[in-house]
């Protein structure tokens, strides 16, 4: 059984960076071909693709967050972390992650379906406030 389990501060002021922690249990992040992705969904709103870690370590970064947006990982851990920087309100939300598998020869660019997704961690809210 593979579990994901979002951490982090629950609230960030204006203007600082967001940095949450994905921990990976029953899998190892490094496994083909597993993609490891940050989704939000702020209040009121539908769900928001922030990017993605692949297990090669390569990320990708929806263009409405590659500005201000990194996705790493440490392997030895088994966790894979996101940072947003220069929040505003509007980047208040419930943080996910998820795994996603995506087959060899296969380009994964853009959001996909909640149901593409194989595990979801249980989401973390985050507030943005001074």
């Known amino acids: 059984q593979v579990q994901l389990q979002e951490s982090g501060p629950g609230l960030v002021k204006p203007s600082q960076t967001l940095s949450l922690t994905c921990t990976v249990a029953?899998?190892?992040?490094?496994?083909?071909?597993?993609?490891w992705s940050w989704i939000r969904q702020p209040p009121g709103k539908g769900m928001e693709w922030i990017g993605y870690?692949?297990?090669?370590?390569?990320?990708y970064y929806s263009p409405s967050f590659r500005s201000r947006t990194s996705i790493s990982r440490d392997a030895s851990k088994n966790q894979f972390t996101l940072q947003l920087s220069s929040v505003t309100p509007e980047d208040t939300a419930v943080y996910y992650c998820a795994r996603r598998t995506v087959h060899a020869g296969t380009q994964w660019d853009g959001p996909v379906s909640r149901n593409d997704y194989d595990y979801w961690g249980q989401g973390t809210q985050v507030d943005v406030s001074s």
């Open positions: 870690i692949a297990f090669s370590g390569v990320p």
């Open positions: 029953g899998d190892s992040i490094t496994t083909p071909y597993y993609y």
